[in-house]
Every structure is written in C-alpha cells, then in structure tokens.
C-alpha cells in the first residue's frame, strides 16, 4: 500500500493567499485514519492556519513520533519536510532541526501516548529548554492503532469500550506544560475548529515554545458513554475561557468587541491577539492563577478550553545557547573551522 | 638485600594518591618536565567511580625506547595514600624504591626489606610553611615534585618553566608554586643522596611530538570538522569529551563581530535524547554529534536504526569502557565493538572508526562528519577509557587548509529547479548513496517524507517486498562503498618473512609495537596489521590469507572483533587465534608477548628459526 496522493488539477476560482498559494497548496496526501477521526479535523486546521498565514510551505518542517497522530503529518503540508522519527522521541529530533536551522517553522505533532507515556521525558525536557515550535498533541485517551488501550491521559473511572475501568490517575499534559515553562499553552477540542484554528495561527506566530493540547476523539475505541474523551462528553464539558482572533502586523482591525471584554496582546513578531472573555476572571498572562484555575475546573470535571496562557516576550532555546543569527547548517570551513595555522599554535602548546 | 635499581631513563613511576586532594596537576607537572627533557613518557590515570576520598594511582612509564605501553610493575612508588599503603608497598619490585611521607614515624613492619626507602616530612615542611589546610595540601604535592627532581636527577629549570607556563596570567601564583618545589627539592639534597639509581637523563627521543587526551583532540576534531551540534549526556569516560568541545568553541567559534556562538551544546536528559538531536540537526543539514560510553550506545540502540534505515548522517564518539551494565566505569575495555558494528534491531552494519592515539582521535574525529554525509549513516569513532582520558604522546595535530567539508550528495535548489529527478532512496550512481534535500530548500520540489518505515526510491510508504528487499540489498551496496572510504589499515612488516600474523586495533596499539620488538628479539617475528576501521578493507582479508596463523588482539572477553572478521570476512575460524585481555587495565607488552609465545610451540616455531638462519 502507497499512500493515495490526490488530484493536482483543481477550480481556477480557488482563493489564492498572499504568495498566490491555495489551500490545495497546503494539504497532504490522503488521509488513512479512521471516518471521523479528530485527528483529520486537527489537520484540517493545521492546512486552514498555514493558508491564511501566507506560510511559504517549504518553509515548514513537520515532526512526529509514532501513533496515529503521528501519521497526520502525511496528510497535510506535502511541501514540508517531513519527519517520522521514533515513539516519543519528536521533541529531540524537532530540538536539534530547530538548532541546525533557526529559519524554519516547526510543527511537532504527537499524541497522548507518544507524549505522555513513552515519550513523557522529552515532552518535558522540550517545553523546559524553550525550542521555538508548535507542540500539538492530538489527546485521545487511547491507544489507537493497538486497539484500544488506555493512555496516560485517560482520566480515572473512565470506561473502555471493552467495559474495563482505568483506575490510574490521569496525566495533566496542560499542568505540566505551564509548571515547566512553556510560553504559550491552549487547550482545543478537534470538534471545535473555529476555536482551534486561531490558536494554531497565534501558536506559530509565537517566538517560543508552544503546547496546544487537543482533544481528539477515537471514533473507534474511544467515543462511547462512560469515556471522558468522546465527542459528547468534551461539547458537554467544555468551558472555553476565551475566544482568540488573530491580526497579522499588517492587518486592520475591524472586529467590534464590547468594551471590557476584549484583551490585546501583542507577540513579538507583531502579531496581534485579540481575546474575547469568557470568563471574566481569568488572566491568561498569570502562570500561577492560570493552573490554579485549571485544577479546579478539572476538579469539577471541566475540560477548560482557549488560550491558557501566552508570554509575549518568549526567550528561546537559541537566545539561551546565544547562536548566531545565520541558520547553523548554511555555515561552511570559512566560519568554522580555525585552520592550519592556529593549529600549530595548539600543537606548541601541547610540547 | 637486591642491588638496588639501575635505570636511566627507563622505569615506571607510580603515584598514589587520594581523589580530589589535587595531586593531578602536580604529577601532571612532573610527567611533563620529563618530557621537556627529551624523553617519552606516558602517564594513565588509575581512578575510581567516586569524587573525593578514595584511592587514585598515576602510574608513569618513562621509556627512551618509546614504549607508550604499561609495562606492569612498579620501580618507584610515591605513596602519598595512607589507605593503600599496604597494596602499594608489596606492588614495588625488588631493588625498587618507596618515596613516602615520613611525617609520622611507621613501623618497621610497614615496609620492606629488599627496597630502598626515601622519606620525606612532606607534611611536617608543609604545615611549618603554611598556614591555609588548602595550600598546605597543594604545596605538600609540589613539593614532592620538587623532592623527585632532586632524587630523579630532574632538571628543575624544566620544572620552574612549566610552572610559570601554567600560571601565565595569573603571575602571582607563579613565585609560591616555585617556593614551594624548592623546599621539597633542598630538603632532598640536603638529607638524601641524590640522584638514586632511577634517572632521568637529557634525551632527544619526544621530537615534534604533542602530549594530550584523546577526548580533548577529538573534540577539537570535531570543530576541524565543522560540528555545530552537540548533545550528550553526562558519562564517564565521555564527558570531558563533551565539555572539550564546549571549551575549543568558547575560543574558536565565537563570531568576534558579535559574540554570538557558531556551535550549539546541548546537555541531554539522557542519551535517546542526545542522538534525537544529534540526528534531527543532521537531518536539517547541520554537522552534529553525540559523545557516550557503552551504556548510552545501548540506550541509543532504536535511533540508530532509524539513522541507519532513513539515512541520516551522525557522528558518534563511544569512548569504551568496561561492561556489561555498569560494569567498571572507570576501566578500559574494547567492549562494544559488536553493539556498534550492528547496533538496533532487524539487520544494521554500521560504520566504525578504530583511533590508536589522540593524533588519530583529532584525525578520525573530523574525518568521521565527511563520511557521516558522504554515506548518509550513522558513524562510530571507538575511543576507550585508555586513550580518551589519559595524556598520550602523539604525533601533532595536521590539518590541511585546502581540505574541503564533503557534504556528499545533496540536492540543491539549483538542482531541483532545473528538473533533476529527486528520489530520497534512488540510486544514481551505482554506488549505494542516494541523493538528499535540506528541509526549506525549493517551495515546490524537494520535499520528502523521512520515517523509520520501509519505503520505495521515492520515500513514499510501502510493505511492498520487493521495494523493501530492493532497499535492504542497496544499504548492503553502501556499506561496500564506505570500504574503499574508512581509513586502510596499517601493515607492519617483519624483519624476516613470517607465516605469522596478527591483527589489533586501538589503544592496544603502544603495547603491541612493543611486544612485536620483544617477540621478534626472541626469534618470532610477526607481520602486524593494524585495523583502522570497519567495515574492513580487502587488505585485512588478505593479510589472514597470507598467513598461516593470524593471532587478533583484542581488550574484550569475547573475541568481538575476531567475530566480526569471521562474520564479515567468511574467514577459517582456526586460522585467527584470539589473545584477550579484559580485567579494566591497559594490555600490556608482556601479556600480548606472553600469550603469543605460548601460542607458537616448538612445532611451529623451529621451521620459523630455519627461516630465520
């Protein structure tokens, strides 16, 4: 079996992007995964937010582990490198392409089991050192393409469809992504594309390490009554604390927001986020209320959506290690390397 | 009583010492004076897996000859360690010689009597002198350097040169340091007769040769070579590896204009993370590498089949110790030859490099980032504990200014634009190596899908069998391509035609050159063939077929690398007679001359005499 690639011919009428690109120009190859899967809708918008952010898509590198939210990649950007590596292991792999070259976007795609099980030290040791990139994680509280199992993130009490109850506590990945440092964590739902397309735009636009978790229901093992991650349970439960719009530098304003219920931030890059509240008191900018408020709604057994938390003067793992600004891998013999002649100075000092 | 012991120029000098008391820097002083006089030396570190208080030995062989080897044996035992008093006393061979601390008057049972003894009241001078415990325990160490210069015959005008060298800048060390090697140095003349019967006599045996650790010229290796990237995980014997690197680029790779960095170190949460990064850099067009141990390759084991099967360069530095498991961390060993020749699961051979000598370390070092993108694989460069943190004297560094980076076959924009038919995994030009892009390299052409799946030439999923097998067949062609890539092994010849051969590879290298000179002195010479990388060059198949008997000398238990020639080269198992050593220490002259001359019984031997006549 080959992946299908699908038709090049399309509408002469297609919308067109500032670089004269289509959103067929951002798309993959056909997707494999199950009728209905989350995972497609997350790709889905993926395509959605590089299109109308002008995103030259040679210009994106897409990274995964091992699972069926790792196989997305294939299924959108198939002008992007693309990268495949090893369960659980995206984060390293996408740590040294971001080192080898600053220039790039990167987009590292996981899932609850690549992230939260086998792949749980990178995840964390990714978010602590700050590498510029966008870290979704499509979360569905399962193992898919082993049939079922729990995952990590598979909330306590919750029932396979098996009928076995997981009596493990869950693994917060959101909880985790704050306390370790990550400079913008949201929280989305697949089914939930007006609310997750803005993040994903404004998580690329973000000069630092980003976390979106996903929920994204297994229409095969995991959308049944008595499972936490299924498309009923998540429209019941979901408490979006606010709604983002996205601005590009250049972009007029032209929204109407009641007075005190939007916020402005400005990212680094100029991009400009506005937030529309829904909840009134939460303050996406206090890392501590942030996970306060977050225990407690998943105490009352809500799934808190929207933009949790933003810095917009991230620092990245390059500004820590001080590189220079030219991407590593263009540098040649002339930057590099010192040369015969300090070498003769090394050897004398070596008598 | 023995006669006591008469050697110029050609004794072992053993210090004994407790870890983190700072004697290294002062044996280290004392190594090198011997050298600025002209003769070769070689120091090794004996330490244990610990930071402070336990027992650590500098065992110094000092040869005109130059034998780089350990000789075995102990003629001077300086024994500054209470602790191991009694270990290092019945160590010294008879006539030898015990230097001690006789600051506190022992009993006579403590010693012995067919050595000489020379007591010094290192601590009752130091503690008179000075009032600081710090300095008194680091000047009692210069000052017992200062009392060996008188003993050995050491020029001292060495020795104060040295000083001043090492504490260039900081000048007002300089005085008290000399101060205090002159208080150990007039105590010895005035209350010992001075020189003993080891010396220390002007030579001109060191040439233009230099004097460093392995780990620290690979690493410099690596920036000759163009590495940006490194990530590791700290473990010994590796680490200084590592924080090498990081101390070459802090002087080499700092853009003056802006004081930027032109090298990225990560220090890894474990080793699955370093060669993560090590290959996700490579992938991006980067020249990245990892420095580990044995414990970490196996660690890394699932990564390296993914560099293997998607074809990514990497470099990776194993700096051997002894295992399995944990084993003796802090004990040479040639014991991953196979777990790296074959590293991950399903079928992987993979490129290795065998360093005799830091030289080679700085040499293989760099040249290992050519391969790594000539072959689009991952590269081992096999140092060991031996080579890697001990001092070696070695021919210096070379580098040649028109060499240029082979960044081996890589697509280019240009390329792409003008129609050039990219497949990831085509063969275009018969020899096994495909074509590769960088990520970002042309908006609508070039662009793949790498993944640890099987695939077609053009990087598109499949479980076709024949697409996979066409794969696996064309890695097999590669490897036979990097034979005529890796470094020719190196042949010495005997004196006389010999039926007899051996193999050996690495650090066993000073030991053997000195065993071949023994062995050919008590009429058995020996062609030698020295391996410098696998997989093996034609000659190394040859060599056993033109021999009789080939003895392969490794430092492992198992035969690793005899196995490997059996695998690889469809060589008669009879034919290769193993000559193993394995208990953590350097090999030896005496073992590999030992076991060899065991090996060649009369039978064997008497047709080589008539030869010989």
């Known amino acids: 079996m080959t992946y299908i690639a699908k038709p090049k011919l399309h509408h002469p009428a297609l919308p067109t992007n500032k670089l004269g690109y289509t959103r067929r120009d951002y798309e993959g190859s056909v997707s494999t995964l199950c009728a209905g899967c989350g995972h497609d809708s997350i790709s889905a918008a993926i395509i959605q937010a590089c299109f109308d952010l002008d995103l030259p898509p040679h210009r994106i590198a897409k990274l995964s582990g091992i699972g069926c939210s790792s196989k997305t990649p294939t299924y959108f950007l198939g002008n992007s490198h693309g990268f495949n590596s090893v369960h659980g292991r995206m984060p390293s792999v996408l740590t040294g392409a971001n080192l080898a070259n600053r220039d790039l976007i990167y987009l590292g795609v996981s899932g609850d089991g690549d992230s939260a099980s086998i792949g749980l030290g990178q995840f964390a040791h990714v978010m602590r050192r700050g590498v510029n990139m966008v870290y979704i994680v499509e979360n569905n509280g399962v193992y898919g393409l082993t049939k079922g199992q729990f995952s990590a993130t598979a909330d306590r009490g919750s029932k396979s469809k098996r009928g076995a109850v997981n009596s493990d506590a869950p693994l917060d990945l959101i909880g985790m992504a704050l306390q370790l440092g990550a400079t913008f964590v949201a929280r989305s739902f697949s089914g939930d594309k007006v609310q997750l397309v803005p993040l994903i735009e404004a998580a690329i636009l973000h000069q630092g390490a980003a976390f979106i978790d996903v929920i994204s229901p297994c229409v095969a093992f995991n959308n049944h009554p008595g499972s936490t991650k299924s498309f009923d349970y998540v429209r019941e439960h979901n408490e979006a604390v606010n709604r983002l719009d996205i601005m590009s530098p250049r972009a007029e304003i032209t929204a109407d927001y009641a007075p005190g219920t939007m916020e402005t931030v400005v990212q680094h890059d100029g991009s400009i986020l506005h937030l529309r509240k829904l909840a009134t008191n939460y303050d996406p900018h206090d890392r501590i209320a942030a996970m306060t408020y977050l225990q407690q709604r998943q105490a009352a057994g809500e799934v808190v959506t929207g933009l949790l938390f933003v810095d917009p003067e991230p620092v990245d793992l390059h500004a820590g290690l001080n590189t220079v600004a030219a991407p590593l891998n263009e540098l040649g013999e002339r930057e590099l390397c010192p040369g015969a002649g300090v070498l003769a100075k090394v050897n004398a000092a070596l008598r | ?613």
């Open chain 2, 1 to 613: 009583m023995p006669q006591p012991l008469e050697r110029i120029n050609d004794f072992v000098v053993k210090f004994a010492n407790v870890n983190g008391s700072g004697s290294a820097s002062a044996n280290q002083l004392f190594a090198k004076a011997i050298l600025r006089m002209g003769v070769p030396c070689t120091p090794r570190n004996i330490f244990p897996s610990n930071i402070q208080v336990l027992p650590t030995w500098y065992e110094m062989r000092i040869s005109e000859a130059g034998y780089l080897g350990t000789r075995g044996g102990v003629d001077l035992m300086v024994a500054m360690n209470p602790q191991t008093w009694d270990q290092d006393v019945a160590g010294i061979e008879p006539g030898g010689y015990l230097f001690y601390d006789s600051s506190k008057p022992l009993p006579r049972s403590k010693f012995r009597d067919d050595i000489n003894i020379i007591g010094v009241p290192l601590t009752e001078i130091s503690n008179r002198t000075y009032s600081d415990p710090r300095q008194r325990q680091l000047f009692k160490n210069i000052m017992y350097v200062g009392a060996l210069s008188a003993v050995l015959d050491l020029d001292v005008n060495e020795v104060e040169r040295l000083i001043g060298e090492q504490f260039k800048g900081k000048d007002k060390l300089i005085a008290p340091n000399v101060q205090a090697l002159h208080l150990g140095r007039d105590w010895a003349l005035q209350n010992l007769e001075c020189p003993i019967g080891l010396r220390v006599r002007r030579a001109d045996k060191v040439g233009d040769r230099v004097f460093l650790e392995g780990n620290s010229a690979a690493a410099l290796g690596c920036v000759y070579g163009g590495a940006t990237v490194a990530a590791w995980y700290p473990i010994t014997p590796s680490s200084s590896l590592a924080e090498a690197f990081a101390s070459h680029c802090r002087r080499y790779r700092v853009d003056r204009d802006t004081g930027k960095n032109r090298a990225a170190i990560i220090q890894a949460e474990d080793e699955l993370a370093s060669i993560g990064i090590v290959i996700g850099a490579a992938w991006n067009g980067a020249r990245a590498f990892t420095a580990t141990s044995g414990p970490g390759i196996s660690l890394m084991q699932e990564f390296l089949g993914l560099a293997y099967f998607a074809e990514i360069p990497a470099v990776v530095f194993d700096v051997q110790r002894s295992g399995p498991s944990t084993g003796m961390p802090t004990r040479t060993q040639q014991g991953d030859i196979l777990c790296c020749a074959y590293a991950s699961h399903g079928d992987t051979k993979h490129v290795l490099l065998l360093p005799e000598d830091p030289h080679e370390c700085f040499e293989f070092g760099a040249l290992a980032f050519d391969l790594a993108d000539r072959l689009q694989t991952p590269i081992f460069v096999m140092l060991d504990l031996d080579i890697g943190m001990n001092e070696r004297l070695c021919a210096p560094l070379a580098w040649d200014d028109a060499r240029r980076y082979d960044r081996g076959k890589v697509m280019t924009y240009d390329d792409l634009e003008a129609g050039k038919d990219f497949g990831r995994y085509l063969d275009v030009d018969g020899d096994g190596i495909p074509y590769r892009t960088y990520p970002g390299t042309h908006p609508k052409r070039g662009s793949f899908f790498t993944r640890g799946t099987s695939r077609d030439r053009y990087a598109r999923y499949t479980e076709e069998g024949h697409a996979y097998a066409d794969n696996m067949q064309r890695l097999l062609k590669k490897f036979t391509t990097a034979k005529s890539l890796v470094p020719r092994p190196v042949r010495r010849a005997a004196k006389q035609p010999s039926r007899f051969g051996v193999l050996y590879y690495g650090s066993t290298s000073p030991a053997m050159a000195e065993a071949l000179d023994g062995l050919e002195a008590r009429g058995l010479p020996l062609d030698a063939l020295r391996l410098r990388g696998f997989p093996f060059h034609d000659e190394v198949i040859d060599f056993v077929a033109a021999h009789d008997r080939v003895f392969v000398v490794e430092q492992n238990r198992d035969a690793q690398l005899r196995t490997l020639l059996l695998a690889e080269g469809g060589l008669d198992p009879a034919k290769l007679v193993a000559v193993l050593h394995y208990d953590g220490t350097p090999i030896t002259a005496r073992f590999i001359l030992g076991r060899i001359a065991d090996q060649l019984d009369p039978a064997n031997v008497r047709p080589l005499r008539k030869v010989m006549s």
